[in-house]
């Protein structure tokens, strides 16, 4: 239970306070509400994330930002009178019951209704009435309200619900078209006076009745049809995997600086072997020298090792990959690819091979011992300093999320300091050190960056999944940039991340609505048209994923893909393999029509399959997410592999195959 309230303080401290709201008795009231009452039981655990959530009856309970919005701007008093259009789970009037004196709330959905009512019962908040009925035509025997509130986006303001304004009440509603709508404060100042307000842009569901919407549809909207035959017409399909053939589309996009490869699962074959194929292409016939993964920098160094041929640190470091979960990176087709690479590096001189790195920020104690090998091998004295420093972190080693709940309980971050110190001693000695070994510096610098953005990241878990999702994907991109910079103003990376970290976040649910950014809208904000995004989608087949974090890995069932989706397009446009160009100018009918803004499935190492709609879908606008999208309509999870052989085993290492 205590876990679950600093959760709820957590939301309101570190996401609505930190996004603009200030009102005392709104936050006060949203942290004695408890949200997970108001969601279904599988969502529970998504509770205190700020977004929507689906609910019964097919509606959503609100982001729990854009709540504490529209009650900030009711500026609701202690013995106002409110109506609520739009009860849905009943969470905002529940919030309202612990600031005014009474709520009348109405949805015309009585199976929501019900729901609410029962919880306000369980919940004793007997200040709150609830009924069905048609919210645009208010509750007229219990006007006049200091309050109105409609939760709700309608063509325009209804009458009824001005004239039931109390002189001096504020309606507070979503007005405008099918895509977004304008929050508008209505202040009543006289008999047939109002003063009207533009908040901003918001999004709701329709406002429904009698003086709003007379249908679920806003507007005429193109059916799928038209989009699907488009779509179908604009693909292009490829051959198979195995084909020599296949990735020659790249070619394309062969003049830019960096080259990201999506996937829509971080466990399916299909998407490591298209990204194999693409790069090797991208290698030999384009000069690409950076392969940068969506691992950790201490786990691809040992990779980059054994493909380079780089001699191993003494003592020689565990084997990579053995953090959860294993079968990411420790699969059969990423081998496969490995082991290509070494052969064809072995043909060229050691600076013009290509390297492996890693992006990620996950793995901080493999980055000290890395840390800590180098300096007591160059420079002794310095380590003794360092694992001083690092020694703050040791008690979290196995757990290093303990660290951030430590730190906002004590509220301080302990080990700060010393890891920034620690990262600063090291780039001062840079020269000299680097005279020795530049890569092993290298090396050793980019895993003191890591710990200290681990740190910091860690920290930031329990401040709000904004902040820490922009921390990491913010360390992703200073990574990419550093090893660029290293390797000269002529090198050039491909990334293979997940979709969610290389399409541009500003097309997505991510950044429009949770103000997140990611690797793939920095790469364009700096790079330009020099930045290259493309994305993999499948409708159906298999994947390797866990049900929760930590899990064994389960081979699992993709449920078909939602009609309401991208991926259902896809699908209905019969090609089994296809590349669909994005680019403004390329196909532009079918942009046009792929413009309108539709849900695209995202699964990462967890799947849940009875829970798909909320925990892998999202909203996009896929022409400007990517560049390309390559779509597998059917595909299989990746074959993990055994355990690992030591490093003697040259040929086979690191994969022990």
């Not at 090396?443 to 930031?460: C, G, T």
Request: hydrophobic share 40%; proline share 6%.
């Amino acid at each position: 239970m205590a876990d679950v309230r600093d959760r709820r303080e957590a939301m309101v401290d570190y996401q609505i306070v930190a996004r603009g709201v200030h009102d005392e008795q709104v936050l006060a009231a949203m942290r004695e509400v408890p949200r997970e009452r108001f969601v279904p039981d599988e969502l529970i655990e998504f509770a205190y994330e700020d977004r929507p959530l689906p609910i019964e009856a097919g509606q959503t309970i609100s982001q729990p930002y854009i709540v504490a919005l529209m009650l900030e701007a009711a500026e609701i008093q202690p013995e106002d009178r409110i109506l609520e259009i739009g009860v849905g789970s009943g969470y905002a009037a529940a919030v309202m019951s612990r600031i005014g004196r009474r709520v009348h709330a109405i949805d015309r959905q009585e199976e929501l209704a019900n729901l609410a009512r029962d919880r306000m019962v369980a919940l004793g908040y007997d200040n709150v009435v609830i009924r069905t009925g048609d919210g645009t035509q208010g509750w007229p025997e219990n006007a006049p309200f200091d309050v109105i509130l409609v939760a709700a986006g309608g063509p325009a303001i209804p009458k009824p619900l001005r004239a039931q304004l109390a002189l001096g009440g504020r309606l507070v509603i979503p007005v405008g078209g099918a895509e977004q709508q304008r929050l508008m404060r209505v202040t009543r100042t006289g008999d047939d006076e109002y003063f009207e307000e533009d908040l901003g842009e918001v999004r709701f569901v329709p406002l429904i009745g009698e003086h709003g919407w007379h249908d679920k549809r806003r507007t005429a909207e193109p059916g799928p049809a038209s989009a699907f035959e488009l779509l179908r017409e604009a693909a292009e399909p490829l051959p198979q995997i195995d084909d020599p053939d296949f990735a020659i589309f790249i070619d394309r996009f062969a003049d830019a600086r960096i080259v990201l490869l999506g996937e829509a699962s971080h466990g399916t074959s299909e998407f490591y072997r298209a990204r194999a194929a693409i790069t090797r292409r991208l290698i030999e016939a384009h000069g690409f020298t950076i392969v940068a993964v969506e691992a950790d920098w201490p786990d691809a160094a040992a990779v980059d090792r054994h493909v380079r041929a780089r001699a191993a640190p003494v003592p020689a470091p565990d084997p990579p990959f053995r953090r959860f979960p294993t079968w990411m990176w420790k699969n059969s087709d990423v081998a496969a690819f490995v082991a290509w690479l070494r052969g064809h590096n072995a043909e060229h001189p050691m600076d013009e091979r290509t390297g492996f790195y890693g992006l990620d920020l996950y793995n901080m104690t493999s980055s000290i011992d890395a840390v800590l090998t180098y300096l007591d091998r160059e420079d002794p004295e310095a380590a003794v300093i360092a694992r001083e420093r690092y020694g703050c972190l040791a008690p979290f080693g196995s757990d290093p999320a303990s660290y951030g709940r430590m730190a906002i309980s004590e509220g301080y971050a302990r080990c700060e300091a010393a890891v920034v110190a620690q990262l600063r001693d090291l780039f001062r000695k840079a020269r000299d050190y680097a005279a020795n070994d530049g890569d092993d510096f290298w090396d050793a610098a980019q895993n003191a960056r890591l710990i200290a953005n681990a740190e910091a990241y860690y920290r930031a878990m329990f401040y709000g999944a904004a902040e820490s999702w922009n921390l990491r994907d913010t360390h992703m991109f200073d990574t990419l940039e550093l090893l660029l910079g290293a390797k000269g103003k002529d090198a050039k990376a491909v990334v293979w991340a997940h979709n969610s970290h290389i399409g541009d976040a500003r097309a997505t649910e991510m950044g429009q609505s949770r103000g997140e950014l990611n690797i793939g809208q920095l790469c364009r904000e700096h790079y330009g048209e020099t930045a290259r995004l493309i994305g993999f989608g499948t409708h159906e087949g298999t994947v390797a994923a866990a049900t929760d974090w930590g899990g064994e890995m389960e081979v699992k069932r993709v449920n078909p893909s939602r009609p309401d989706s991208y991926e259902q397009l896809c699908h209905e446009s019969g090609h089994a393999c296809f590349l669909l160009d994005l680019r403004e100018g390329e196909h532009p009918e079918a942009r046009e029509a792929l413009l309108e803004p539709r849900l695209e499935r995202f699964i990462g190492v967890i799947y849940r399959p009875d829970s798909e709609r909320w925990s892998h879908y999202s909203s996009a606008v896929l022409p400007q997410q990517f560049d390309a999208w390559i779509w597998f309509d059917r595909t299989e999870a990746v074959t993990p592999l055994p355990g690992w052989q030591e490093e003697g085993a040259s040929d086979t290492f690191p994969f022990g195959l």
